[in-house]
């Protein structure tokens, strides 16, 4: 997903919530600055900030890609045991 895609999903759920930036920004927990980085596509948010506001949105970015699923079987194989 190139950041524009990104920036058009966040703006159109956040407009679908009724949410003004500020009000995303506070449920979030993170600056107005932010959401409004993230809705014009500026790559300088962080990771935690972009979880923050994506599951303010109830939006969950799934890992996509030939290599995924080998990583998944990697990943379960080094999960220490209980």
């Known amino acids: 997903m190139h ?6 999903l966040i703006r159109y759920h956040r407009k679908q ?3 003004s930036q500020v009000e995303l920004a506070l449920h979030a927990e993170v600056s107005r600055n932010v959401v409004q ?3 014009t596509g500026r790559e300088r948010a962080s990771w935690r900030n972009l979880q ?7 939006v969950r970015l799934v890992p996509a890609g030939p290599l995924v699923e080998a990583w998944r079987t990697q990943a379960t194989k080094e999960k ?3």
């Open 17 to 19: 919530a009724g949410l």
């Open 37 to 39: 980085d993230l809705e």
């Open 80 to 82: 220490p045991g209980p």
């Open 52 to 58: 923050a506001v994506l599951g303010v949105l109830n």
């Open 3 to 8: 950041s524009s895609q990104l920036a058009s």
